[in-house]
């Protein structure tokens, strides 16, 4: 529940209203406002009794929250959240956010040397995992912290943002200490106790579509974020499961208008794991951009063959800038500004 | 298999080729080409026995059709079918082909005027139902012949092509008598003898993937039409089964390009029914553009709210009209042209 | 919705009550029971006006029917529909129906010599289809009316009724005159004219769930067919799409108890083409006896490996035989009978 | 890769294989045998040089093992892991091991008065969560440590085993100190820090199939405990994602004869999660049964409309009572023992 207060109401009104919320047994969340304060109502699982709030002094009406979300629902907050980074990145608003790196940092040339070409490319922050959640415990699962070290190196030389994956508590403060956005994979969607600890971690956090997820447990999952005080959430649509085995996932594109209406947050797309098909990604970025996206992830390797994960699904360089041309066409048809690249000349790190 | 002829093949070469094949139980099907005929082979579930056709005079080489379907795929056919339509309009060419109207046939008056906006916005195609599968017995089923001469009055009147569904072989015949495009509806993808009656009649067929095909059966769907002789068949993705409700279906967007590497037929997107909701159906129709459909099939009625069916899922006129203009520029951002309107002025017809 | 009518309404009150629904506009049903006559309403696709009907002199009650379905649900007929064939053979009662034979007809010694069989072995349903509805058009597409023939013949000689599938409206005709069942196949299931046909057709139908049906879709498929008067409906739960690849389909069984719930016509299981693995036909034909099915249809062959569709998924005699004994047992620890063997000695036929 | 040593090999001749396939960078797991010694090679992602085995003293043969996974794998050990619990039950032999007990753990009353009811009834394991994973932040959320004393003091009273969840790599040590069995959530089933730390604790661990996993995905998890040394694997079916909302999730048991084939670890189904309907949980529990599961999981509440959560899917404790009567039958109709009660008389503890 929203408890709206009248623009004129004094911070004696606002503070007893939030007493009252928290003598009811709940949590109360203040929010001032250009207008007025609102103060949101959490931890009420089912109903709240609306009598002890509706005539108090300076409160203008009550709002009931329809969905099992609250904090992530427009309901709660109707302008779209804009995620800021800081290398200036925008994440949320007119521009495009463009993330694209290889699926596992190798090694450090390997990753200063693609940074540096998706930066003069336009891509504005770099993926590249560290640690890798991978089906066997046989395959390689990543550099560890040699593999942060080397995603901050590549963030000094090139002014990029830095996108990994953490896989569990402790881990997550680690990567919080290299990362300028914390990824939690489709595999962790509803891991509460890392989803708690990204919460608090204050940090971005992209927070990815589980395998079989519906947008409600999408938005669920966000919800425990932002229960923890965090409201620096990106959700990431990148397949669902299916029954054809044409590609690796199911991009459900659709997922993008329906989270854009449920909610405030942003929300990107990764059509390299949405489809595990190098030559289906282009087509299905240019249309994740069509169909609204806030932003692309992509997986971009200078050899793909070699690769040592997900080399099937990667971008050739080549390929990469050739996709930039024109999703920059197609955010202009739709009204977004075309993805604007870093300032001042690249540095030269090598 | 293929029998590749050499570029000087004697026509006597080719009929002992044929001839040959016939004898070994199979169907020939030549098809002369600008530099030279390939003799393709059909009928056969498994192996053929090379050996015999291998060494007979003008035979250049064998190749093998590696797929379950043979003359829907891209080894039978290189180049991209065109197929054309007695109003000009080209599906599988450069340019977008654009189907729109009421799910169903509501009246003259009703689809006379539908029809007159449409082709003025751009619309070159229009759709229809005559006859309607309805999940219920006790729904509305569509007003049956009557529906089809309303459809060929509103052709006469505007120059659009009419596309509009068949439910049973002997309804088929029927409907092509009036329709310049017959379309097999989802749950009729494996009606195999309502596919060999859309074969035989030679007319162009729009073929919509089932509720849960895969993308083989939907390539080996369309094979029983072109195994009656029939090469004008359009594909439709429409959405697939899924476990969210948020949305009637989930509109697989891969798939486009995915059948694009795996045949030479036409595939246009119907997002309206791959979404199911009004407002999910413009940006959807923007991303099957970008994911490079040949063309879109998108429900309009004048009056969503009282329509007879899936009046949900209809587009206002004027929102047809802003989707026509954004995905012009998306088409001329992937190297498609601009749907070209119908030439001359629009006759006003009531 | 459903009319219930005093026990001692009189004759005259029934039929002015039907004639006022048919001044609706609507379709009466009058059902005489035990104690009282019913008059259900169909043809409502919403709401009916209740008034004109509730003051009626002889009407007892007006219950509203909330499911979409009408006639195929419990609310309609509390009372379990039992199947009666010619043969004496139950569905639908407390005894087990065994449907048991090849995937296909092919050739007269072949399906004499396993009907012997399985009549000895307890089936007392022979299954084989003379029409198959194939994936590819180039598979072997069954014996047609020669199959049928054959069919019957294996019923003259061993008294087992036969079930065989129509495949379209004009077909169905053919097959009524043979088959004691007519099925509907998976991919039919929402072919609608040729549902109108099976019900007019007065026979026992056999309605498979299609390959992604909701429960809903399949129980508004069965009625079609109760619409048109046969109330003779067997349905069939088959396994419907999914993600995994180490069985075809994934058997529902769950489906059973809901479908007994919803409605009160018979459902039986396939665990043939439920798994696609002859390995696992014994342990899910078990399951679906102990979830409450009220018969199986299973597909048996002398030769699998030689079988002209489906061997991978035919049991061997031997193996019908193992799971006949161990399916006694367990229908028998949930309170059905054992299958009781048709009454004779098996008159020798070749 | 396997390498069997002759059955007279010397521990020289096994620590000389084992040294060398150290050597070669991978890790090597003796496995004494009855007859013979068998060595297993883990850590190899893709092909092992058997030449530098091949020929070694003592060696008999190499075998490859096909499956992405290994230890797992019924190519690894043919024989069934009987997983042995300190109260005598046993899980993967003969007879069927039952597990019972409310979602959660709600208050020391409860959860004692149901195991005593639970107990008497024939089960030896008693489930409850104390941690609890919900969907939503703001729901119930399990007592904790407090629910992990009050499960312990009913093992002291009853003689039961317990089985509870672990959320987090540090829950799962302080689950360990209290549970007989670690249960690894569906939602969890990829979250490897926490199966590395089952596989470190050497616990038995329940691993729940993930909502949308495939079966080759069930198993690769399980290999990550196994690869930690902890053989005590016991998987169960749970129910994956449908597209059907008549139950919460679509019970797939075919799983459990196709692990069978693939695996020596038992499975057993969770008929209460897997359909999440209460009158559906009979029938698909005796279903299980029949289909050859290892056992079952089932929710008990005494008061389901008032639990705290899963109340609709819960059964009342005189339907457990039924349904142990019934599966006792079905478990001997397949060459099952009954499942043997708790030695003793059941100790009064309130």
Known sequence: MLVVMNHDATDAQIEAVTAQIEAMGYSARPMPGKQRTTVGVVGNDGRVDEGRLQGMPGVRELIAVT????QVSREWCADDTVVRLSNGTEIGGVELAIMAGPCAVEG??????????????GA?????????????PYSFQGL?????IMLARARDETGMAIVTEALDPEGLDLVAEYADVIQIGARN???YPLLRRAGRSGKPILLKRGMAATITELLLAAEYILAEG?????????????????TRNLLDLTAIPVVQSLSHLPIIADPSHGTGVRAKVIPMARAAVAAGAHGLMIEVHQDPPNALSDGVQSLYPEQFAELMGQIGVIAEA???????PLPGPVVSGT
Chains 1, 2, 3, 4 share one sequence.
């Open 189 to 191: 969607m509803q891991n």
């Open 67 to 70: 969905r099992p979300y609250k």
């Open 334 to 340: 739709i009204g977004r500004d075309l993805v604007r």
């Open 124 to 136: 504005t922050i770099l993926r590249g995992g560290a640690f890798k959640p991978r089906s066997s």
């Open 144 to 148: 560890g912290v040699e593999g942060l």
């Open 108 to 121: 450090e040339a390997e990753i200063l040397e693609i940074a540096h070409q998706l930066r003069a490319m």
């Open 230 to 246: 965090n409201p620096n959430v990106i959700l990431c649509e990148r397949g669902v499961r299916s029954f054809d085995s044409h």
